[in-house]
């Protein structure tokens, strides 16, 4: 057997598809999906989770999907692999050509057999292209995103109160006490998904009440983060929102493209309790 030449084939799926086969939008939400999962296990920290998460919005094929979950241990619940058809794609393009022909057939048909219509119908309007309405969503690291995002939370859950959130620009990742001794992990991304299968929560794990969060001041001091902690060019990466024994803290986290980072973390009012610099 030639080993070698057998390596170079590419290897398929486990659903059956080759790993250049082109990737759908639920492939890729199956991915972010699994990705979610692995930050809210501890698999994954928050900044591995965003770039990944990036990634897989941008995969094209599904092996490239699978490069960034290789590593990762599926949960129980975890949507199977993609099935490919039954029939192959020619089978179909035959069946349509035959369907097509056909179809002009019986259309030549009827058109020679029938005697012309003289009925006079309304004439044609162009109403031109519709185009579709698109409702902006603002970015949830900006003080109208923070606003939008904790009025949606409230709206779905009836109160406020999260045991922590990771809010990127354009989407959350949010854990919420169900029960005492249970938790789950909820994703937003305009709706929030249905979560996770509920984990174990610590006895008295203390929670944040976003309600109390100052989202001006919060948001006034992340325009000063890149300053603050010494990033040259940086922008905000996320927030982190966490329920503490001393009083609930958020975290802003700011890097660079040259991946040099900081944070600063303050009351949910704005005042800083420390700050850490980059090469501090």
């Known amino acids: 057997m030639d080993l070698t030449s057998s390596a170079k084939r590419p290897r398929r799926q486990s659903g059956g598809y080759p790993p250049r086969t082109r990737a759908r939008d639920t492939d890729r939400q199956a991915t972010c999906a699994l990705l979610d999962a692995a930050l809210a296990d501890g698999q994954l920290n928050a900044a591995d989770h965003r770039t990944l998460t990036e990634l897989a919005g941008e995969a094209r094929t599904l092996g490239d999907l699978a490069q960034l979950t290789d590593d990762l241990q599926r949960p129980d619940h975890a949507p199977p692999d993609p099935l490919p058809p039954t029939s192959r794609r020619e089978n179909w393009f035959a069946a349509g050509v035959a369907a097509l022909s056909i179809a002009v057939a019986v259309g030549t048909f009827v058109a020679v057999d029938q005697p012309p219509s003289h009925k006079a119908g309304p004439p044609a309007v162009d109403i031109g292209v519709i185009k579709p309405l698109v409702?902006?969503?603002?970015r949830l690291t900006t003080a109208e995103g923070l606003t939008y995002l904790r009025d949606a939370y409230r709206a779905k859950f009836g109160d406020s109160t999260v045991d922590t959130a990771v809010i990127y620009p354009d989407y959350a990742v949010i854990t919420r006490g169900t029960q005492a001794n249970r938790q789950v992990n909820y994703t937003y991304r305009g709706g929030f998904d249905t979560g996770t299968d509920p984990q174990t929560r610590p006895?008295?794990?203390?929670?944040?009440?976003?309600?109390?969060?100052?989202?001006?001041?919060?948001?006034?001091?992340?325009?000063?983060?890149?300053?603050?902690?010494?990033?040259?060019?940086?922008?905000?990466?996320?927030?982190?929102?966490?329920?503490?024994?001393?009083?609930?803290?958020?975290?802003?986290?700011?890097?660079?493209?040259?991946?040099?980072?900081?944070?600063?973390?303050?009351?949910?009012?704005?005042?800083?309790?420390?700050?850490?610099?980059?090469?501090?």
């Open 203 to 280: 006895p008295q794990t203390p929670t944040a009440d976003l309600a109390a969060l100052d989202v001006q001041a919060v948001t006034a001091l992340a325009a000063q983060a890149p300053a603050l902690t010494k990033v040259d060019q940086g922008s905000i990466d996320y927030f982190y929102v966490e329920g503490e024994s001393a009083g609930p803290i958020i975290r802003i986290y700011v890097s660079n493209k040259a991946k040099e980072n900081g944070y600063i973390e303050a009351t949910l009012d704005g005042r800083i309790v420390r700050t850490s610099v980059f090469g501090g």
């Open 135 to 138: 409702l902006p969503r603002p």
